[in-house]
């Protein structure tokens, strides 16, 4: 939808699809059979400059906002890479973005260039078994030692933490208190080769170019320097990845949408039953209109969401909506796009399975559906606080 997007937005859709276009099908089909990392595809984009796209043009960055970067995911996900194409770039820009905003000047000096150039691989660390949606419960410690902390703990589904160099660690830096349940979180950025950390990956559903892992901390001594804004007040930090984090993930869920119904409205242009078109049935033709018609909404507050967050306004509402709105679309889209490709659709072959697997994943992470609805309810309709 043309009228959201500038010359500037235009361009940026326009490169990365043709940079993107020249990793095919068979490209990433074999890497997510073999869950092997797409390093060339990464290499490539990294050395056009697109992983700093979000990186202060100071430390060589592009200097773009959460608006721009959603743009290049939206398109990357709308091509064949879809989220192994994502989430390879998606975490070096909200995941670093938390030390460009907080971090202090001799942490981003350190990292923000290499994270520009594509050297610096960041991973986000929150999820632990004991805390997924609710962040407070994390029990990862972080102990304060003369100037290092001792940290330790055990973390989940961290995305890219065996390819990454740091990870944005949430850790435990006083005790939980009932009154104030996320006061006493803090954000290191810790580096992966530590002595004391294990990665483990966890077979999964899909994405599975790109593994998530089990990270375990045994008594890893990290450099107070490392701490990433104030300490027990990493809440706040982690507002300026999550809030982000949900924008560009609702892009990406839009981009694979997006896909789905192209290919599918080719499918059923071309695939022949009962001597027509299977588009010329309504059962097939009004789905895949609807899929698109539930993509355009959420496009616009989609993009709503990272114009308020580029403009340094409140946009909790909105990225939480985005995030939910988009989800929903995208795997709409992807379920309808294999029903039209009936026996086809559940093959590997023209990647519709894939589409399916990956858009499903956008309705439980990096938010749920219901915390993102239990958001809405009690913040923006005032009900009583359900959780
Ligand atoms: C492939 C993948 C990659 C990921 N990558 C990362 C990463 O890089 N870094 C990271 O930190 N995390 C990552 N995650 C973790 C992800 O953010 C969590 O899985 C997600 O936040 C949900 O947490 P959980 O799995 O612990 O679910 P739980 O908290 O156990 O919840 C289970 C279910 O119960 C529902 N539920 C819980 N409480 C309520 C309530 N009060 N009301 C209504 N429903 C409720 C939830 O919505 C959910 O559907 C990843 C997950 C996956 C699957």
Redesign the pocket.
Known sequence: MDFTEDDDLRHIRRAVADLAGRFDRDYWARHDRDHVFPWHFYRAFADAGWIGICVPEEYGGGGLGVTAAGVMLETLAASDGAMNACTPLH?SVFGMNVVAKHGSEELRRRTLRRVATGDLHA?????EPD????TSRISTRAVRDGDVYVVTGR??????AGESEVIVLAVRTAPRDDEAPMRGISILLVEMDSPGISVEPIP?MG?NAVA?YEVTLDDVRVPVSALVGVEHEGFRVLLDGLNPERILLAHEALGIGRASVAAAVRYAGERRVFDRPIGQNQAIAFPLAEANARLDAAELVCRKAAWLYDGGQPCAREANTAKFLAADAGFFAADRAMQTFGGMGYAEEYGISRYFREAR?MQ????????AL?YLAQNVLGLPK??
Do not use: H, M, N
């Open positions: 975490l991973c986000f660390g929150v999820t805390a997924g949606t609710d973390k989940i589904w961290i995305s890219k999964k994405r998530s994943l439980i992470a990096p938010v749920s559906q219901e915390l239990a359900s959780y």
